[in-house]
């Protein structure tokens, strides 16, 4: 088992900064990949960005290419999320998550955390 707990998340305006973490407990850290999800109201969970055990391979969504940065420290056991230029459509819950294995970029990992909600202001 592994246990994520995400902070960070908040009320910002359009164009704004916000950086999000994941502490993990458990099972090895250093050996998950690790993912950035979200949710927005009445839309499906997607894959935002994923980064691997060893911090060497990072995936990002098209829509936020650029303007979000994905990173762990493995001796903290925990993962980033800088999120840059936000927008309107960034609005959702963000859910750190984590699997044993290769990095994907779909939204089937093993552990999940509670969710922290991100709202952009337009």
């Known amino acids: 088992q592994v246990q994520l707990v995400e902070s960070g998340g908040g009320l910002v305006q359009a164009g704004g900064s916000l950086r999000l973490s994941c502490a993990a407990s458990?099972?090895?850290?250093?050996?998950?990949?690790m993912g950035w999800l979200r949710q927005a109201p009445g839309k499906e969970r997607e894959f935002v960005a994923g980064?691997?055990?060893?911090?060497?391979?990072?995936y990002y969504a098209d829509s936020v290419k650029g303007r979000f940065t994905i990173s762990r420290d493995n001796a903290k056991n925990t993962v980033y999320l800088q999120m840059n230029s936000l927008k309107a459509e960034d609005t959702a819950v963000y859910y750190c998550?984590?699997?044993?294995?290769?990095?994907?970029?779909?939204?089937?990992?093993?552990?999940w955390g509670q969710g922290t909600q991100v709202t952009v202001s337009s």
């Open positions: 980064i691997s055990w060893s911090g060497g391979n990072t």
């Open positions: 458990g099972r090895t850290f250093s050996r998950q990949a």
């Open positions: 998550a984590a699997r044993g294995g290769a990095l994907i970029v779909t939204t089937q990992y093993d552990f």
